[in-house]
């Protein structure tokens, strides 16, 4: 399993709430049962915690050594998204955080997975 010890976090620069949205459109993981390569994107949208609370934001290098970390791991789309979730979480504790997994089409279906920590608002859910 990729390594959350990739992750570097930096000290979020406001107390003023503000959201920030990260897009990896190319990820790379390998389907468990068939050995072929799944591609999609990464969105993740999330609402650090103030400076003064010791808010924290994820550097962009270590995020993308830290995803494609994945490219050789035979994953389902699912654990995928909800391991994403869980190492951020843990690296930042942010006020809320979404992840969304937008998987290219095989075999005529697509597959679109969110997962969530804290209470994250509607209009960020899309």
Not at 28 to 34: E, G, H, L, Q, R
Not at 38 to 55: H, I, N
Request: hydrophobic content about 40%.
């Amino acid at each position: 399993m990729p390594d959350a010890k990739l992750l570097e976090v930096f000290p979020t620069p406001s107390d003023t709430p503000f959201v920030i949205e990260h897009v990896a459109e190319e990820f790379t993981s390998v389907c468990p049962v068939t050995g072929h390569p799944d591609f999609g994107t990464v969105t993740l949208r999330f609402e650090p915690r103030g400076a003064k609370a010791g808010g924290v934001c994820v550097e962009l290098k270590s995020l993308k050594l830290y995803l494609q970390s994945f490219r050789n791991e035979g994953i389902y789309y699912e654990a995928v998204t909800n391991a994403i979730r869980d190492d951020l979480a843990a690296a930042m504790k942010p006020a809320w955080l979404v992840v969304k997994t937008d998987w290219k089409g095989r075999g005529g279906i697509r597959s679109v997975i969110r997962a969530t920590s804290g209470p994250a608002p509607a209009e960020w859910l899309r």
